[in-house]
């Protein structure tokens, strides 16, 4: 009996112009989780991916849950093609892909963690159901508010966190962390009533 992997993707723009977008608030997510594996990432040999190889929600680094966290190197509408070539190649079906995304619907400061549903205009989300077949994936979606006045959803996203907004972030970030633990670890139904807030 193959033991279960899990493929944690964490969506957002390479490079350091994006770095502190809110758009990326998937791939600071993966930092957190790689840091706890005790990994750092490196390049897939599919090439279009950065990944760590590791375990989460073992004690001590002993036990825990099989996982491969992914990072695209291509931008965030394109994150589908590597993501389902990783699952591929590590043999993991699409119910035990999960996606960490920033979410427009839901308020700064909490998340919202579900299995499948439509794309709700993210670029990433609808790569990944376009390549992935399917839209039966988690989704871990960390809430990023409504952009302020007039300004467009579009540049709301690709601009940076305020500095209010930064004093709070390594706790929304370890949260979300977290959430992803607590879903490979125990499965939804524990996950949604400790952080659907």
């Not at 989460?56 to 994150?79: I, W």
């Not at 190649?89 to 299995?115: G, Q, S």
């Not at 994936?137 to 508010?145: D, E, P, Q």
Request: glycine share 14%.
């Amino acid at each position: 009996m193959t033991e279960t992997v899990w493929l944690v993707v964490g969506l957002g723009n390479p490079g350091p112009s994006y770095a502190g977008n809110r758009h990326n608030i998937g791939y600071m997510v993966l930092d957190e989780l790689a840091g706890r594996t005790g990994s750092t990432f490196r390049p897939h040999k599919t090439g279009r991916a950065d990944v760590v190889e590791g375990r989460l929600g073992g004690l001590g680094g002993v036990g825990g849950q099989r996982v491969v966290l992914a990072r695209g190197r291509c931008y965030m509408n394109e994150s589908g093609g590597p993501v389902s070539a990783l699952a591929k190649f590590y043999k993991v079906p699409v119910e035990n892909v999960v996606a960490i995304h920033d979410e427009l619907d839901i308020p700064f400061d909490t998340l919202r963690v579900k299995l499948g549903g439509g794309d709700n205009g993210h670029n990433g989300l609808r790569s990944m159901r376009r390549s992935l077949d399917s839209g039966e994936f988690y989704r871990v979606r960390v809430g990023i508010g409504r952009p302020p006045g007039r300004q467009s959803p579009a540049d709301f996203v690709l601009s940076d966190y305020s500095s209010a907004e930064r004093k709070v972030l390594p706790f929304q970030v370890d949260k979300a962390a977290d959430a992803v633990e607590c879903l490979v670890t125990e499965g939804l139904e524990k996950t949604q009533s400790r952080f659907n807030s």
